[in-house]
């Protein structure tokens, strides 16, 4: 029996099980978690080097199992998927519960009802909110009447409010109460103190509340989500 000399490498023909690069690659399922935010920032809730993870999106390299299980733990994702992608990523836990109340938040001149119930609990990611630094215990939805924020937000549209910003931290969309009615406003302060009440749909006047009435404009809290139908 002989053997036949060659200089190729049999490492070279072992391709490796979890694809590197192209649709589908690891990296691809890693952009997707990151989203907008950086590498570096990134890296420092998994607990790598930013050095490593541009080189996991690159395609250059391949976390090893143990970094592969550090990068799913911090973002609570299936080890599994973030390794070979498929249906679910999220693991059981990866789910917060918003309740959608029946008090339709008046866009235009509609009422509160402090009798409100919740009508159906809706599901975001805890991913997406704890990127956007949001607590699921202070959140609620509401939908919207009226068409003072037409092109903003529309007759129907859901919004999310984020009940513990309650208070005016800068320009912005808020749930407020005014006169015992429930609107959904883009509020502006002046340099004198006082509130501008703004609607999206210019057919509606601004509002002003001076700065020694501001107490009678309750903010509800900040609007961070909007969502309805395109069609």
């Known amino acids: 029996m002989t053997y036949a000399e060659s200089d190729e490498s049999d ?3 072992t391709e490796h099980p979890i694809p590197l690069g192209g649709i589908g690659c690891f990296g691809e399922r890693l952009k997707e978690i990151m989203g907008n935010t950086g590498a570096r920032a990134f890296a420092r809730t998994c607990g790598l080097s930013e050095g490593a993870i541009r080189s996991y999106l690159s395609g250059e ?31 059981e836990d990866a789910y917060a519960y918003v309740p959608l109340y029946d008090a339709r938040c008046s866009a235009g001149s509609g009422a509160w009802n402090e009798r409100s119930r919740v009508l159906v609990n809706l599901s975001f990611t805890r991913y997406s909110l704890r990127k956007k630094g949001l607590t699921p215990a202070d959140l609620a939805c509401l939908r919207v009447d009226g068409d003072s924020m037409l092109g903003l937000l529309d007759d129907g549209d859901t ?47 601004e509002i002003i509340v001076p700065k020694d009435r501001l107490a009678e404009l309750h903010i509800i809290g900040r609007v961070v989500w909007a969502g309805g139908w395109m069609v």
């Open 11 to 13: 490492a070279a023909k």
């Open 61 to 91: 390299t391949f976390p090893t199992l143990d970094r592969l299980a550090q990068i799913a733990h911090a973002n609570k994702l299936d080890p599994m998927w973030l390794a070979f992608g498929g249906a679910a990523k999220q693991d």
């Open 159 to 205: 919004v999310m409010i984020d009940l513990s910003r309650n208070t005016l931290e800068g320009e912005g969309v808020y749930v407020v109460m005014l006169d015992d009615h429930l609107y959904a406003k883009r509020l502006q302060r002046d340099f004198d103190g006082s509130v501008h009440v703004i609607s999206h749909n210019r057919e509606y006047r």
